[in-house]
């Protein structure tokens, strides 16, 4: 079963709006990551929050997590067209493998 | 910086084929790992390497074999290819701790057609 579930599946937002999506996942976590894929291309992290942080911040990029509730949130601010891609949360139990969740497809528009 | 190089980009087999995916790991990683994405799925964990043993399995079938060798680059071997292991093949390199802070590391990937 799937590690990380995210919600929701796909986002449609105009340039220059905000763009949220959410992870929830089931097991006691070392870190959560965030990764970016184009598609049909390769994976790209774009930040790393360990389980003792609450809210991580890199750029236009803000990550919150709630140990408590088993949850994640990642924000973009300020989209851009070159934003539209496919976002995925994936954990790491401390077992050095990445369980990804099924990803938010996210189109921005321009 | 040098990257996670994966061979080949592209791939085609023939269903019943062999294939041989190739991944070298960022220059001092001693960490591999191999996952796999299928058409709009998420990527799932295969198998992993450290200092050339394998270090942790998952959902890889019995036809598929891997192996790091002595310079780390590892190797996934894929026999009796079945239409259903068309997909995205991903690799990724770490080293220890690093990981902690910075993240995994993934190639551009090797999209394998099975026909």
């Known amino acids: 079963s799937q590690q990380g579930e995210e919600d929701p599946q796909a986002l449609s937002i105009q340039e220059g709006e905000n763009a949220t999506m959410n992870c929830s996942y089931k097991?006691?976590?070392?870190?959560l990551q965030w990764y970016r894929q184009n598609s049909g291309r390769g994976l790209v992290h774009l930040i790393l929050?360990?389980?003792?942080?609450r809210e991580k911040h890199s750029g236009r990029l803000r990550v919150t997590l709630d140990t408590s509730k088993k949850s994640s949130s990642l924000l973009i601010t300020a989209s851009r067209a070159a934003d539209t891609a496919s976002y995925f949360c994936a954990t790491d139990a401390n077992d050095y493998k990445l369980s990804f969740g099924a990803g938010t497809t996210v189109t921005v528009r321009a | 910086a040098a990257g996670v190089i994966q061979s080949p980009r592209h791939l085609i087999k023939e269903k019943r084929e062999t294939a041989t995916l190739k991944c070298y790991p960022i220059p001092r990683h001693d960490t591999v790992y191999w996952y796999q994405q299928g058409p709009g799925q998420d990527p799932q964990f295969l198998i992993s390497?450290?200092?050339?043993?394998?270090?942790d399995k998952g959902s890889i079938p019995d036809r598929f074999s891997a192996q790091q060798f002595s310079d780390y680059h590892s190797e996934l071997n894929m026999s009796s290819l079945e239409l259903g292991d068309s997909a995205l093949y991903f690799c990724?390199?770490?080293?220890?701790?690093?990981?902690?802070?910075?993240?995994?590391?993934f190639g551009s990937g090797t999209r394998l057609t099975v026909v």
């Open positions: 097991t006691s976590i070392n870190n």
């Open positions: 990724a390199s770490s080293s220890g701790t690093a990981d902690l802070l910075y993240g995994y590391t």
């Open positions: 929050i360990r389980s003792n942080e």
């Open positions: 390497f450290y200092e050339k043993m394998q270090s």
